[in-house]
Structure formats: C-alpha cells, structure tokens
C-alpha cells in the first residue's frame, strides 16, 4: 500500500478510465490535466477514434472539456483504447460505464458494468486501486463488484487489491466545474482503499472527500437522486392542483419559498437524463426488503406522466383554437432532456412525440443541438397549429413572440419550462398553456 500511496501522491500512478462518456470522458482529462500518465477504455470503437483525434463526442454546450480534451491528447497524457490490455500496466481502475434499469421491470441492467468488470479482472495486476463511479444500487459492490473482480482476476480484494465506490455528482452543462467543485463520497471496502481514493481525488477535487462504508455511499448517491425526483413530483402535483383552480404555481412557488425551510422545487414538462428517471429505482432494488417503499414509486409515475399532460394541454389548445389533435402541425422545441446541453437520454420530449403521433399530430422537433433537428426555429414553427416548449435551451427565451405569432398559422402556445411571458402572450392572441399556470 505504501507504494502505491506514494505513487499516487507523486503523481506516478497511472490511471485507467473505463467507459469514456458524460462521466468518464472529464474525469480522464481532469486527471491528465492535473498531470497523471490517463488510459482511456472504451468499448465504442467510433467514439475512440474521434477522442483519438482531440474531437469531443459529448454535444451541447459543455464549457471548456473540448478544449482540455484537444490538449491532454496532443500532449500524450491521455491516450485511448478499446481493449483492456493496458490496464496491465495501470495501477488505478476508475469505472464509468452506464448502469441504467430495465425499461419493464425497473431492476438494474449491469450488462455494461459486469463487461467491464470481467474484462478489466484478468487485465488487474496486484496493488491496484479500482474505484467504481458508476451510480449502483446498495449492495452492489459487495453482491456484485467485488465477487465478479475477484473470480476473473483470480486476487482477493483488499489483500490483493483495493476497492472502492465514489460516486459522481456531475450534471451535464457543467461537468468539469462540477468535478472540480463537488463534494465527494468514498465508500471503501476497507479502510485502506478508502484512504487511497481519498489520496487520488484529492489531486482533482476542491471540495470535501467524505470518507464511509460502500453501503451507506450507494445508499447516498441513489438517496440524493430519489430525493430530487421526489421533489420534482410534488412541484408537478402542486402545478396540476394550481391548474386545477386556475393559479400560476410559479408564483405560488416563490412565496412558498420566502417561507423558511422551504425549498420547493421547479415543475415542468418531465424528467429526463440518464440518472434521475433511473437513480429512484436502483435505490428501491437495492435497499429491497420487509418494508415497501411508496413515495418513490409514486413520485416516478407523476413524473413519467407529466409529457403526456403536456400532451393533454395540447389538445386543449387545439380544441379551443376549434382543431382536432388528428393532422394538426405540432412544433416540439427542445428533444434534449436538459437546457443547452445535447443529452436526450430518457428526454421527455420522446413520450410526448410519441403520443401526439399517435393522435394523429404531425410533429415537427427543434433543437440546436442536434443535427437532425437543427433546422432553424423559423422553419420550424412554419405554419404550425400548436407550439410546445418542452426544454429551455437560451434560444428559446430570446425569441421574440410577436415573430412567433406571425410565423405560426393557428395561435396555440403550450410550455412546459415556463419559458414565456403569459400575459404577452395572450395580448399578442395566442392560447397559452403552461404547466401550473393556465
Ligand atoms: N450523466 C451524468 O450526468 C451522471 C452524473 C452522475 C453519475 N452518473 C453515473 O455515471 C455512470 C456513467 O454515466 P454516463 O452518463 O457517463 O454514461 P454514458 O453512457 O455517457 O457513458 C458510458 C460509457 O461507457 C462505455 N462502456 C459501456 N460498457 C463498457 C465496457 N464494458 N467497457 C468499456 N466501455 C464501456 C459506453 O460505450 C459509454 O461511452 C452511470 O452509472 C450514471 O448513472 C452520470
């Protein structure tokens, strides 16, 4: 352990990084940056050869990574690879591969996590720190992690190598500040190794590293993401009781919050991405037992169907305007699942479109960060019966709604973030529907 402490501490240890995504991708070139000799591995061969070439893959505004990406690869500190064998010469392991659930039973899918445990364990050499970053429901490292890396290494955790969990608190939009500025927890699966991720993460994060048992680390992670869907859902069922009576819940929410100790979350059109829809479910999984849980089941399905009330409120727009859903042009603006960003995993603009098309809508998508529905939001919105907000990408706030109402052919203005003046909007003669606020 001394050897690698040191090692670590000078800055000698070299370190793999498995899975190079919205995680894994700037914790390499933090660690590179901050002057480790970094081995990516990756299993998606199109994504190594672009990384290989200094481009980022990871879309949307994301200040800084593809500039620091660009440097740490033309300065030889990290390299990449889709084969583990490098990993023979690491002496550090971080995995960042994606854990996500079943889409029907909602149990965890580790498909990619035990691939990368199973190739990395014959590619292990002794004394090496492995620390998982993955998000993983309670138990995991030891029901799952541990047993699988030491029957393909053939070593014993903690005699042979060291093990540990230290979850990432990233948010895309802002992943290298995060990285840098969060706090962190270590989960060792014994004192030594949480010792050692301590030691390593020091070098990159400016903010506390809180030492703990794997458990109570998974259950923290899992807990901080059920508790932001929670609350997500009681901000959606205070906008459909404030809809229900004809109130605006964003101002209901701001006085809420002059209260002290309240803190009342945003509503909206959904939750998306790939942690908050997910996170709830691993918790539950994990930390099954005698006691069934009821607030995070129930807080999901709020949250799952507030694309298909964006929908609803869609149909009543039209129905107002004197049109039926069927053959109606919808404008969808936003498919990312988060505001500026390039990430559509579990986007609820997905749900939406589906259900209107299965109306009978025809549906147009905006969004300036993808190339296929970067179209341009004139043309977009051109002769459209219905436009729906359903991310609030800057672009969206920023255009004028008079040249809204000019464009479109039928008035109807749902929005699902809030984006938009309602009182504007109506002077200017659209129907306007926002979540809470109609
Ligand atoms: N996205 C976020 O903002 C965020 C924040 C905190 C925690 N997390 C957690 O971090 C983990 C990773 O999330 P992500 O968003 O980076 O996922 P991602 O899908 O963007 O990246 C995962 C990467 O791992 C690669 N991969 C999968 N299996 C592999 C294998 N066997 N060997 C090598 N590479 C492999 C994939 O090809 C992909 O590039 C998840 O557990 C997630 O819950 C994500």
């Not at 793999?16 to 991708?25: C, K, T």
């Not at 505004?61 to 889709?82: D, F, H, M, N, W």
């Not at 680390?217 to 059920?226: F, H, P, W």
């Not at 229900?244 to 509503?267: C, F, I």
Request: aromatic share 6%; net charge negative; with cysteine.
């Amino acid at each position: 352990m001394k050897n690698l402490a040191k090692a670590i501490r000078d800055k000698q240890a070299k370190i793999a990084v498995i899975g190079l995504g919205y995680v894994g991708l700037p914790v390499a070139c933090t660690f590179a940056q901050a002057g480790f000799q970094v081995l990516g591995v990756e299993r998606d061969k199109t994504k190594v050869a672009q990384i290989e070439e200094g481009i980022c893959p990871i879309g949307g505004r994301e200040p800084g990574l593809a500039e620091l990406l660009t440097k740490v690869i033309r300065g030889g500190k990290l390299q990449v690879r889709s084969d583990y064998t490098g990993c023979q010469e690491t002496n550090v392991a971080l995995v960042a591969v994606e854990t996500p659930v079943d889409s029907v039973s909602k149990k965890p899918n580790y498909e990619a996590l035990r691939a990368a445990l199973a190739a990395l364990g014959p590619n292990l050499r002794r004394e090496t720190l492995v620390v998982i970053e993955s998000t993983i429901a309670p138990q995991t490292m030891q029901n799952v992690v541990q047993p699988l890396l030491e029957e393909t290494s053939g070593l014993k955790a903690d005699k042979d190598f060291y093990l540990a969990y230290c979850p990432e608190r990233v948010m895309p939009g802002k992943l290298l500040a995060n990285l840098r500025t969060c706090n962190r927890v270590i989960g060792g699966m014994s004192a030594q190794a949480a010792q050692l991720a301590r030691e390593l993460y020091r070098h990159i994060v400016e903010a506390d590293l809180d030492i703990t048992d794997s458990l109570a680390a998974e259950l923290v992670k899992t807990t901080e993401n059920a508790y932001r869907d929670v609350q997500i859902a009681f901000a959606n069922e205070i906008a459909l009781l404030c809809e229900n009576v004809g109130a605006d819940v964003y101002e209901v929410r701001q006085l809420v919050n002059k209260s002290p100790y309240r803190t009342m979350h945003m509503p909206g059109a959904g939750v998306g991405g790939h942690c908050t829809p997910k996170d709830p479910w691993l918790l539950v999984h994990g930390a099954e037992g005698r006691r069934e849980p009821r607030l995070i089941p129930t807080a999901r399905a709020i949250n799952d169907n507030m694309p298909l009330h964006v929908a609803e409120l869609a149909e009543d727009g039209l129905a107002e305007a004197g049109r039926a859903v069927k053959d109606a042009k919808v404008a969808v603006l936003g498919y990312a699942y988060l505001e500026n960003t390039g990430d559509a995993r579990n986007s609820p603009t997905i749900p939406l479109v589906e259900t209107l098309e299965a109306l009978g809508a025809r549906v147009m998508i905006h969004d300036p960060h993808f190339a296929e529905y970067d179209i341009g939001l004139r043309e977009a919105v051109a002769d459209s019966d219905c436009v729906i907000v359903m991310v609030a990408h800057d672009e969206y706030p920023a255009t004028d709604l008079a040249d809204l109402r000019e464009w479109v052919a039928t008035p109807v203005l749902i929005d699902g973030r809030n984006v938009f003046d309602k009182e504007r909007a109506r002077e200017l003669g659209f129907i306007y529907k926002g979540v809470g606020n109609w």
